[in-house]
């Protein structure tokens, strides 16, 4: 907090506070109302890949281009360095941060093992894999480039090194403006690292006329109560695997899954045209969400595409209404007909049950799990995310079970389609949704 304050940033209202299990976080010292502006950071306290090219690192940066495509690695040795640098201007910084964390990068081989079946797995052991990979590309780097010659790493630069250094940065690292403010680059940001995750909006921005990273509250804060940020939009497998840690509360918690329409079936061309015109690919990673409802406009519209017969992509290519009605294929108000939507919340429905089918255990025997006092922390980890895909994915199946039925019903009721002609509501659903926004009465 001395070197902190020592160098222009707030220290006042707050204290850096063991939190037991949620870790170090900041602790309000006086009552802090919600966007007061409490805490700022000015630039020269931060390691950024700016700062790297400026440090003994830099020789090398100018001439490899892994560390110049890669900010997130330059990032990483540049923090290994000024590490080893007895003299280092982020010494200070650098003694405040943990010395293992709980990305998988840390786990042991059962840890792992827990994760099999899960959605997450592939990442984690892509993780694995890119990191070691790094360290044999930068191992050989370092003691053999003529630009390494000065760096402190060629005496001691082991794997545990990097992947505490890689996780360091993978859980701090955030985006701010270059010096001169026209492009983005990747920082360390002291102090302001320190506040830990909850729901709510970002309120962490950067002043370029002070110069300084400022972050107003997130809500009004009690004395001695923790102050919390909003990390962003990140599902619980963002979280475990970027982070290290399961968000209970997660409220944009969700479920990748990968769909793709066979260049081999039939329609195949019929469908890719109508999925180009609303400006969505024909094979996609989508995602199941934890709240309703359970996809979004973009997901829905290629779920009825992907089911649509031949007659019915007609329609949306050629018939009168084609335009009208291709605005309207992310829309619940509007399905294309009741068999299409009974085959899409069918196919659904099915999905979900496989993917549920390839867990080796079940919710129950999750939950049981996570009742032992003798888990570790990553076991418990891992099987927390374990249990939270289950849980969206089970949701999934029930709501595409629902909709079915319901879609069931009204074919077998006779009922007549919604008519969008009828409807004076703008569809714009799901924000990550590349419809177009469809503007009814547009000749008047």
Known sequence: MSWAQEHGASCEGFAVTN?????????????IKAEELFLWIPRKMLMTVESAKKSVLGPLYTQDRILQAMDNVTLALHLLCERADPASFW?????????EYDTPLFYQQQDVQLLHGTQA??????????TARQYAYFYKLVQTHPASSKLPLKDS?????????????MTRQNQIPTEDGRQVTLALIPLWDMCNHRNGLITTGY????DRC?????????KNEQIYIFYGTRSNAEFVIHNGFFYQENAHDQVKIKLGISKSERLYAMKAEVLGRAGIPVSSVFALYCNEPPISAQLL?????????????KDYLFGAQAINRLVTLGSMEFPVSWENEIKLWTFLETRAALLLKAYKTTAEEDSSTLDKTDLSPHSRMAVQLRLAEKAIL????ASGRAKRLHFEKQLQEGAPLPDYHESGIALLENTDAKLPIILHKLGE
């Open 394 to 397: 089970e949701k999934a199946l």
């Open 91 to 99: 010494l200070p910084y650098i003694r405040t941060l943990p010395q």
């Open 301 to 313: 519209a290629f779920l009825r595409v992907f089911c649509m017969m031949e007659e019915e992509l």
């Open 19 to 31: 939190f037991g299990a949620e870790g170090y976080g900041l602790r309000a010292t006086r009552d």
């Open 207 to 210: 002043n370029l006329e002070d």
């Open 157 to 169: 630069f082991t794997f545990d090194d990097y992947r505490w250094a890689v996780s360091s940065v």
């Open 121 to 130: 797995i592939q990442d984690v052991l892509s993780q694995y894999r890119n």
């Open 214 to 222: 400022e972050c107003v509250a997130l809500q009004d804060y009690k």
